[in-house]
């Protein structure tokens, strides 16, 4: 028989309550980005926010008044901006990441009628134009210049790169790899890129619905087994060790941390919860992964942890 909504409410407030008896590991406060301190044309939360390869910020920000304008801020490990480029007729971003040669790449989640990607420079010029597909979930770009990107379940319903779950392109917003999809495929299916993380310029994800951690390389993926969690949404790797952070419902702040072995991802450690510094609950926040390193912005504030942080108690 079924179980109504009030058992599966029941459920789930049991499973909270669990979650909460773990012991937790904090974010730290890295900083705060702001657009600027003396120019108020602009407002005030970013319009989006990412992590490059060397681990610093960047920030679109929209003009209040003007729909196409928008200022790109780059910032420093302590969140302050070293440099900003105001850009008109870009594209609304959803994901902001930079490209070497002083380059940033603007990617609009929804691709409704021809590009949803731009390339722009740091003198407000823009040099490329292009299609990276619907349903983007994820984009990490590497110190190469490689353009990784993941893609949630409306992507299927498409055609191109986006229904292969995992794609990487050049600079110029060219397909350069797909992830092997299909039934003629050995490696587990991508059917939404829950999680993303991108290292040097190698590719890691722990995807739904088979959630195998699973590496990409230059024209090569690596199925490394089964994880020992499924579900998480956010995924920190250093070699054989890793953290799955997140899940379902109530587990959304759970911290897995694993190791890889001969026969796959096992557990490393008890559970964790991921909780703000001062013990609060994570909530309305973006996530980026850069190796071992997890990066956390709620509106301005900017928080980060790493897979030693995760597994260290908090007092």
């Known amino acids: 028989m079924r179980r109504n909504e009030a058992d599966r409410d029941r459920a789930s407030l049991r499973r909270r309550l669990e979650v909460l008896r773990l012991p937790v590991s904090t974010l730290r406060r890295a900083g705060h980005l702001l657009p ?9 939360t ?8 060397d681990q610093q910020p960047v920030a679109v ?15 420093d490990d302590r969140g302050r901006a070293l440099r900003s480029v105001v850009l008109d007729g870009c594209l609304l971003p959803t994901f902001v990441q930079p490209l070497p040669g002083d380059r940033i790449l603007l990617v609009s989640a929804r691709r409704r009628e021809g590009s949803n990607a731009e390339v722009w420079d740091f003198d ?16 990490l770009t590497t ?10 379940d409306e992507a299927k319903s498409g055609s191109g790169p986006q229904t292969h779950g995992l794609a990487r392109f050049t600079g ?5 790899w797909l992830y092997p999809a299909g039934p003629d495929s050995p490696l587990p299916s991508i059917f939404d890129c829950f ?6 310029e190698t590719a890691w994800t722990c995807a739904y619905t088979d959630f195998h951690l699973v590496s990409a390389s230059g024209t090569q993926a690596t199925d490394h087994g089964r994880a020992p969690y499924q579900g998480a949404h956010m995924l920190l790797v250093d070699g054989r060790r890793g953290a799955l952070i997140g899940g379902y419902a109530p587990e959304y702040d759970l911290i897995t941390r694993y190791r890889t072995t001969p026969d796959g991802p096992v557990t490393d450690g008890p559970p964790r919860r991921l909780v703000l510094p001062d013990g ?21 504030t900017w928080y980060r942890a790493d897979l030693d942080s995760l597994g260290a108690d908090s007092t």
């Open 195 to 200: 999680t993303l993380n991108v290292t040097a």
């Open 36 to 44: 600027s301190s003396t120019d108020r044309d602009w407002e005030r």
């Open 61 to 75: 920000w929209n003009d209040h008044s003007r729909p196409q304008r928008r200022l790109v801020t780059a910032h």
């Open 46 to 53: 970013p319009q989006s926010v990412g992590v490059g390869p």
């Open 143 to 152: 110190p190469a210049g490689d353009i990784w990107v993941g893609y949630f």
């Open 124 to 139: 407000g010029h823009r040099h490329h134009a292009g299609d990276l597909g619907d349903a983007v979930e994820q984009v």
């Open 280 to 300: 609060m609950e994570l909530r309305d926040f973006r996530a980026t992964a850069r190796g071992p390193e997890l990066h956390i912005f709620i509106r301005t």
């Open 172 to 176: 110029d917003l060219r397909p350069a």
